[in-house]
């Protein structure tokens, strides 16, 4: 299996752009988690899904995000607008279920806001 | 809410120590606990995964324990090498919730 993919690797924009970060989880995992990781505040969960459905969105910052599962092979999450705060590492993980289950990341999507 | 405290926060030795790194976690009532490793630029990757009615589980020269009761888990790493150079953090599961991560240990091996 390719593990989990994420796109693109890097993204440089400017304030106030519209931000798209992509994931594609390993085939046959029903969950799927968005984490932010910053050198202030370590790795932090931003949304996670449940068989394409979210089930906690409390660690999205604001309003400017927003996250998708249209189907089982494939998420996104947005950010708009974008502002400098918003730079970071964010990663995609999967597993075979929420609980209990080992979780496998992807290589992330480092984002800069100028 | 779980609370996830590593210690040292970054650990230097000569190729060649055993060395031990600390988790502590607040929530004792966890499903499981894994320890990951992140390379610079990288993703983490999965290293060891303790079912709550492990006390310990091994792979290669890693080693990690399980004290459920006490909130703590230790990775041992015998005969460290340079290739060993990473941040390691560990992630308790209680079972209801998604994985809640330490800040990790950013472990540097000199040759």
């Known amino acids: 299996d390719a593990g989990v993919i994420q796109s693109p690797r890097h993204e440089v924009t400017e304030m106030g752009q519209e931000v798209t970060l992509r994931c594609k989880p390993i085939?046959?995992?029903?969950?799927l988690f968005w984490y932010r990781q910053t050198m202030m505040r370590g790795l932090e969960l931003l949304i996670y899904f449940n068989n394409n459905v979210p089930i906690d969105d409390s660690g999205m910052p604001e309003d400017r995000f927003s996250a998708k599962m249209p189907n089982a092979s494939f998420s996104t999450l947005k950010i708009q607008p974008s502002e400098p705060r918003d730079s970071a590492v964010y990663f995609c993980?999967?597993?075979?279920?929420?609980?209990?289950?080992?979780?496998?990341f992807g290589e992330g999507s480092r984002l800069t806001v100028l | 809410k779980q609370e996830v405290t590593q210690i040292p926060a970054a650990l230097s030795v000569p190729e060649g120590e055993n060395l031990v790194l600390n988790c502590s976690f607040t929530?004792?009532?966890?499903?499981?606990l894994q320890w990951f490793r992140q390379d610079p630029g990288k993703g983490l990757t999965s290293l060891l995964l303790?079912?709550?009615?492990?006390r310990e589980q091994t792979s290669g020269r890693l080693n990690a324990s399980l004290d459920k009761s006490s909130g703590r888990s230790t990775l041992y790493i015998a005969a460290s090498q340079p290739g060993d150079s990473a941040t390691y953090l560990c992630?308790?599961?209680?079972?209801?919730?998604?994985?809640?991560f330490g800040k990790g240990t950013r472990l540097s091996v000199i040759a």
């Open positions: 929530d004792s009532a966890i499903y499981n």
């Open positions: 303790i079912q709550s009615s492990q």
């Open positions: 085939s046959g995992h029903n969950s």
């Open positions: 992630a308790p599961d209680s079972g209801n919730t998604p994985l809640v």
């Open positions: 993980a999967s597993s075979f279920r929420s609980e209990a289950g080992e979780l496998f």
